[in-house]
């Protein structure tokens, strides 16, 4: 299976969410992270990212007679480059729109079942709105984007952070002019 098809779908890219802080976690633990999606399932969709080396094997011990594994993610992996996406067909553009979509929908509603959810005191944003703009405003606009956030994802897990799930949705409309 190559990166594009690993990687758009929506549980596996849940795990992928779930694994991007840096820590390590169980099968067992994703299983609680992700509580409507079945255990059988999650366990599957692990064993695919392990198999495609997305995600490594950081410890191993005997629980009760098994071998419980913590796994961390490979960031390197999760990359889907210039190459691959100018590869990608229009239908594989569709799935992994839907697969994204799918994905946030999910952690959305993981997130206000969570007992205290305040979407006004978490400053939860989800706005749309249509920007005018040539073909070097879009350059530079990515260009800021991509610096500004490039910074924020470098940050590290550390007291008084806490894991902030940012997706950027950008694509032209059309015109009524």
Same mark, same amino acid.
């Given at each position: 299976?190559?990166?594009?098809?690993?990687?758009?779908?929506?549980?596996?890219?849940?795990i992928?969410?779930?694994?991007?802080?840096?820590?390590?976690?169980?099968?067992?633990?994703?299983?609680?992270?992700l509580?409507?999606?079945?255990?059988?399932?999650?366990?599957?969709h692990?064993?695919?990212l392990?198999?495609?080396?997305?995600?490594?094997?950081?410890?191993?011990q005997?629980?009760?007679?098994?071998?419980?594994?913590?796994?961390?993610?490979?960031?390197d992996?999760?990359?889907? #480059?210039?190459? %691959?996406?100018?590869?990608?067909? =229009?239908?594989?553009?569709? !799935?992994?729109?839907? @697969?994204?979509?799918? /994905?946030?929908?999910?952690?959305?509603?993981?997130?206000?079942?969570?007992e205290?959810?305040?979407?006004?005191?978490?400053?939860?944003?989800?706005?749309?709105?249509?920007?005018?703009?040539s073909?070097d405003?879009?350059? #530079?606009?990515? %260009?800021e984007?991509?610096?500004? =956030?490039?910074a924020?994802? !470098?940050?590290?897990? @550390?007291?008084?952070? /806490?894991?902030?799930?940012?997706?950027?949705?950008?694509?032209?409309?059309?015109?009524?002019?």
């Amino acid at each position: 299976m190559d990166t594009l098809d690993l990687l758009l779908h929506p549980v596996r890219l849940r795990i992928v969410h779930a694994l991007s802080s840096g820590e390590t976690r169980t099968t067992s633990e994703l299983c609680e992270h992700l509580p409507d999606v079945p255990k059988t399932t999650v366990y599957r969709h692990v064993g695919l990212l392990a198999e495609a080396d997305v995600l490594e094997v950081a410890d191993e011990q005997r629980v009760h007679g098994a071998v419980e594994r913590h796994y961390r993610l490979r960031r390197d992996r999760t990359k889907i #480059d210039d190459e %691959a996406t100018a590869s990608m067909s =229009l239908d594989d553009h569709r !799935r992994g729109f839907a @697969a994204a979509m799918a /994905s946030l929908l999910a952690e959305f509603n993981a997130y206000l079942d969570t007992e205290g959810a305040d979407p006004l005191a978490d400053k939860v944003g989800y706005r749309q709105g249509v920007v005018w703009l040539s073909p070097d405003e879009v350059d #530079d606009m990515v %260009a800021e984007l991509g610096a500004l =956030l490039a910074a924020k994802w !470098r940050n590290e897990p @550390a007291p008084g952070r /806490s894991p902030h799930l940012l997706s950027a949705i950008f694509f032209p409309t059309p015109s009524n002019s």
